[in-house]
């Protein structure tokens, strides 16, 4: 049985990638070829249009395959895209040739309908930082800058008629190809031909490396088992999992449905294999405060500490605490005497998982009713008192007297 899950997410981006093939073959196989236009459109249309849509066929379909990666992610703004996409794909197919453009007509009028019954499994926000709008700006500025300019001295150039040579010159000069059908013969037009050539080549070399390095950085630091620091910026009502235990597993598949998390953990190697699951993990040191600063526990909704070691949770929760001294707590504690020594330490909620299982274990073997007891750990009331300190062995000091 096929899932609800794949025929609506799933088969929304393998109907974009199949379209954006579509697009970009039917694109292809119709260069040089005579565009035969198809529907009641045929007989209005001018001759050139048909020609445009032949060679821009392609570029659509590449623009639809950047899209389906975006909708991969879920994001929204690739919904809209691919949205405003599908109708230019039927539009480009219905222009270009009758036999061959029946496939991409069909599959884009089907995606259409797909995608858009699938709006809402596409809601995440694309999140641009300062930095790479700025980028996009200065990109945009500097062409709207060459061809605003080239088409105003279009009688000091040779070979400018119009503004579609004005942008062919802005373009052609940013990407330093320079093909010399368009030269300037003024030597106002030489000056400022020299003034598009700078900013366009430098923003255009500026917004690359912006744009890039985020992704080239992404790609080393999932190979590495890290996350980038854009990643950490971005982090909000999150929950932290400080350390990697033996109930690690079983709170991450809690959590994987309920609310982001970020696994902090100094152990490499296990970073690496989260990461390789598409788990957003931090390699650093979860009882360093300079650690949880980065993994912004001031914007967590919430931290779990539930490693083997009780010492080491302890210094954890107290980094925590005095980080945050509102973010809600959660503990586990391998040996049952130190539940209170971890609440001291400003765990909101401790839980021995040795001593309720045992609890479990007891009562259903006795026929007594086990959700009873589990009720009560869940009804357990929180208690702070003042923090404690580990002694390096695993065990955990007694908090002293301050009057001692």
């Not at 992704?215 to 890290?226: D, Q, T, W």
């Not at 449905?257 to 970020?262: C, N, Q, R, T």
């Not at 190697?269 to 650093?284: G, K, N, S, Y």
């Not at 609890?359 to 006795?366: Q, V, W, Y």
């Amino acid at each position: 049985m096929v899932s609800r899950e794949w025929i609506g997410g799933r088969a929304s981006v393998v109907l974009t990638f199949a379209v954006a093939i579509a697009s970009v073959v039917t694109g292809i196989a119709n260069i040089g070829v005579p565009p035969r236009p198809i529907g009641p459109v045929a007989a209005v249309v001018p001759e050139f249009v048909p020609t445009i849509a032949g060679f821009t066929g392609a570029l659509t379909g590449f623009l639809l395959l950047a899209s389906a990666f975006g909708l991969r992610r879920g994001l929204r703004a690739a919904w809209y895209a691919t949205m405003v996409l599908f109708p230019i794909t039927a539009l480009q197919g219905a222009l270009q040739s009758n036999e061959r453009a029946v496939p991409l007509v069909a599959l884009s009028a089907v995606a259409f309908l797909v995608l858009g019954v699938n709006r809402r499994r596409f809601h995440r926000d694309l999140d641009l930082t300062t930095t790479e709008l700025a980028a996009l700006a200065a990109i945009v500025g500097a062409q709207t800058y060459g061809t605003v300019g080239a088409y105003a001295l279009r009688d000091q150039f040779t070979g400018l008629n119009n503004l579609v040579d004005a942008f062919y010159f802005a373009l052609v000069t940013g990407s330093t190809v320079g093909y010399g059908d368009i030269t300037p013969s003024t030597p106002i037009a030489r000056l400022f031909g020299m003034s598009v050539l700078l900013v366009t080549v430098s923003s255009f070399a500026v917004a690359l490396g912006v744009l890039l390095t985020p992704a080239i950085e992404a790609r080393l630091s999932k190979a590495l088992g890290r996350m980038t620091e854009t990643q950490l910026d971005l982090l909000e009502n999150h929950v932290l999992v400080l350390g990697y235990g033996d109930l690690t597993e079983p709170i991450l598949e809690e959590l994987s449905s309920k609310a982001p998390y970020v696994v902090v953990t100094q152990d490499a190697e296990r970073a690496r294999i989260l990461t390789d699951r598409d788990i957003d993990v931090f390699t650093a040191d979860p009882s360093d405060a300079d650690s949880l600063e980065r993994a912004r526990v001031d914007t967590a909704r919430a931290v779990v500490v539930a490693t083997n070691n009780d010492a080491e949770d302890a210094l954890a929760i107290l980094t925590a605490r005095q980080l945050n001294p509102k973010v809600r707590i959660v503990a586990a504690a391998s040996n049952r005497e130190n539940v209170d020594k971890l609440k001291r330490a400003g765990a909101d909620t401790v839980i021995s998982p040795t001593t309720l299982g045992g609890h479990l274990m007891a009562e259903s073997a006795l026929g007594g009713d086990s959700e009873k007891v589990e009720q009560q750990v869940l009804e357990e009331e929180p208690s702070k008192e003042d923090p404690v300190e580990s002694d390096g062995d695993g065990t955990i000091d007694q908090p002293t007297s301050r009057d001692d």
